[in-house]
């Protein structure tokens, strides 16, 4: 098991309203996440499971609401935030030229989170091994996803951001994701993950569906084109 730094805390979003390209996309959400817990962002597609994710990691500045961690605003540092998360987006940002390996090595580096013997059991758990040594531009679609994933395993990071960490797995790879995020949560950890198909994440999970939450233009006002 890969220990987590830094430990895992109460992430709350409060009264949260966002806009992107000038249209508002959802208004009054808020979610409270503490270790060991994990939250499915469901709805359809334009819902706003991806927003939220970007706000949660401070991608994106909400129109009005705040992000906290342990009751501290997540926007008054947001290098210690960063290193709070590892997120995975739709796209899995492999540089094609390099190895499986050193795919997942380069973005641990990057975040300060190399970790040898941690990359190893994921790189196990996702059956990888015998890909580890091939160029990531030779990888299917669904191998370079657990690739992208492994990092995220093996990252040690308390809150996983996962937006359709799924698309492209084949079922024995995402009985191996829910066999990490089980691990994960048992060692303390959190997940937050947008997905459109029934991914266990385990018990006492809960649900958010960000496009029911409506908005009214007074949120907004003259925020919007
Ligand atoms: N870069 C962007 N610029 C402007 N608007 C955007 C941008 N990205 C997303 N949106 C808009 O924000 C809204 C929410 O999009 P989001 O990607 O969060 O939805 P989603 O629930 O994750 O969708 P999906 O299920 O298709 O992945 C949509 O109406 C979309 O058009």
Excluded: C
């Excluded at 926007?75 to 935030?81: G, K, L, M, R």
């Excluded at 997942?104 to 091994?129: I, K, P, W, Y």
């Amino acid at each position: 098991m890969t220990e987590l730094s830094p430990a895992p805390g109460r992430l709350t979003a409060t009264d949260i309203a966002v806009a992107r390209g000038g249209r508002p996309v959802f208004a009054g959400l808020s979610l409270s996440l503490g270790p060991g817990e994990a939250l499915r962002l469901a709805g359809p597609n334009g819902g706003g499971k991806s927003t939220v994710l970007r706000v949660i990691a401070d991608l994106l500045t909400p129109l009005k609401g705040a992000v906290r961690w342990n009751g501290t605003a997540t926007s008054e540092d947001p290098s210690a935030h960063s290193r709070r998360i590892a997120y995975l987006g739709h796209a899995d940002a492999l540089k094609s030229a390099l190895t499986a390996r050193e795919n997942a090595e380069t973005m641990l580096s990057v975040a300060g989170r190399n970790n040898g013997a941690a990359l190893d059991r994921a790189f196990d758990l996702l059956d990888l091994q015998r890909l580890s040594d091939l160029p990531a531009g030779w990888l299917s679609a669904g191998q370079r996803r657990r690739v992208a994933l492994a990092r995220v395993v093996a990252s040690g990071a308390p809150l996983w951001l996962l937006d359709e960490p799924t698309v492209g797995l084949d079922a024995a790879s995402v009985s191996a994701l829910e066999r990490a995020i089980a691990g994960h949560r048992a060692a303390g950890g959190m997940v937050i993950a947008a997905t459109h198909i029934a991914l266990d994440l385990g018990p006492g999970d809960a649900t958010l569906d960000p496009g029911a939450f409506s908005w009214t233009t007074d949120v907004f006002g003259e925020a919007l084109v």
